[in-house]
């Protein structure tokens, strides 16, 4: 029995707690069911201020659609998510006497909702007192996040292609350190997931794509990944295949909401391979230094890092990156080439001086890099700074 095992490509493929995805149709027709059918009678929600400002947007759309259940909006959220903005979403979140929160926007404002939902089960309401439930960076977490069986949950509505809609973890910046700090539970997922292609239309194009482009992150390095398997492969590749073409479709044609669909669905793949196990590498750790660090925004981390760590572990996985130039179309070509084609058809930064990174800041991004589990992770085994500094010159 052992010896025939050996032979299988097992794996472990983590099933999420969510319940529905709901895609393809119009937030305004979607939210009052899903609110009704979660019980929920004052409904918090979070955006940011640029959604605000809008006088038809998707938040405005989301506040019609409440009615009477609709028991406040908070939307001081800020890029990067500083943990000053957790602690006071969740302040709102108390005064206004909120079962359930709705957030509307982009991994920024989304991994803030799912960490004021931490801070509501536990009672935080100070930063500091965030501090012992954090995961993923040294020390770690010395104590477990514990949800009371009424615990809030959350409904979100995309804006970008960040895919922080499908993760457990909420990426939260300290702003006292400039570093990216995780909190993990099951359920800060949220319950429902509400995909419509319209809410991306308000969204600035650089942000669009430049999540688009991370979205293609969590694909090629979840399919790259010590821990891929046959059942989180699959959809790191449709996640691929869908972004690749959707993007550009999208460029072609703003109001193409059929494109954006699309790549709604691609993300969605794209996260779903990393999120039940097969993780990520060093792409995304070095993007958490630069976007915690140095205000490189999120999206923009992965345009200036995936080709670079992609050519970098092709010296231990090109056979596999074959596969990922296969799906964008040119399996002749070597995949950190077609991807780097495409960051640059859809107008974002190429590498590290687009995005105002100094020479002199390498050293310290490749120490900072080495706190992160995610580059540990990577492939190609990275083992001191050193590696990381090829890296970062592969992106200069």
């Known amino acids: 029995m052992n010896s025939a095992h050996e032979t299988l490509r097992g794996g472990t493929f983590l099933i999420q707690a969510q319940e529905r995805i709901v895609f393809g149709k119009p937030v305004a027709s979607v939210l009052p069911g899903e609110v009704e059918r979660l019980g929920a009678t004052r409904v918090m929600l ?8 809008l006088t038809d947007g998707p938040l405005q759309w989301a506040e019609r659609a409440l009615g009477a259940r609709h028991a406040g909006t908070f939307t001081a959220i800020h890029a990067h998510t500083p943990r000053e903005d957790v602690i006071a979403g969740a302040a709102a979140a ?8 709705v957030a509307v926007g982009g991994g920024s404002v ?3 909702s799912k960490a004021m939902l931490m801070c509501l089960w536990l009672g935080l309401d100070r930063v500091a007192a965030m501090e012992p439930f954090r995961t993923g960076l040294k020390p770690a977490a010395s104590r477990p996040i514990i949800a009371p069986g009424s615990a809030v949950r959350l409904v979100t509505i995309s804006t970008t292609l960040s895919a922080s809609e499908f993760n457990p973890s909420a990426g939260v910046t300290d702003a006292s350190l400039k570093a990216k700090q995780s909190y993990r539970h099951r359920l800060l997922v949220p319950q429902v997931v509400i995909l419509d292609p319209a809410a991306t239309l308000d969204t600035p194009q650089g942000l669009l794509f430049s999540t688009g482009i991370r979205s293609v992150d969590h694909a090629v390095e979840s399919y790259c990944a010590p821990l891929a398997n046959p059942a989180t492969e699959a959809l790191s590749l449709q996640g691929l295949r869908l972004l690749s073409r959707a993007l550009l479709a999208i460029k072609s044609d ?6 954006r669909n699309e790549a709604q669905i691609g993300m969605w793949q794209s996260i779903a391979a990393s999120v039940a ?3 990520t590498g060093a792409s995304h750790g070095i993007g958490y230094v630069l976007g915690a660090g140095f205000n490189v925004a999120h999206g923009h981390t992965s345009c200036v890092m995936l080709p670079a760590v992609m050519r970098w572990n092709a010296a231990h996985n090109a056979e596999r990156q074959r596969a990922l130039s296969e799906v964008m179309g040119s399996e002749r070509q070597p995949a950190a080439d077609l991807v780097a084609s495409l960051i640059e058809q859809l107008g974002q930064p190429g590498n590290l001086r687009a995005v105002h990174i100094s020479r002199d800041d ?5 120490e900072r890099a080495m706190d992160y589990p995610t580059v540990l992770a990577n492939p190609r085994p990275i083992r001191t700074p050193a590696d990381v ?3 970062l010159e592969l992106a200069w």
Request: charged content about 20%; proline content about 3%; some cysteine.
């Open 46 to 53: 979070t955006s940011s201020n640029s959604l605000a400002r």
């Open 94 to 101: 108390r005064a206004c006497g909120a079962d359930l929160l």
């Open 110 to 112: 989304i991994d803030a």
């Open 254 to 259: 703003w109001s193409d909401l059929q494109a």
């Open 277 to 279: 196990g097969a993780g």
């Open 362 to 366: 390498l050293p310290r991004i490749a």
């Open 389 to 391: 500094r090829e890296i």
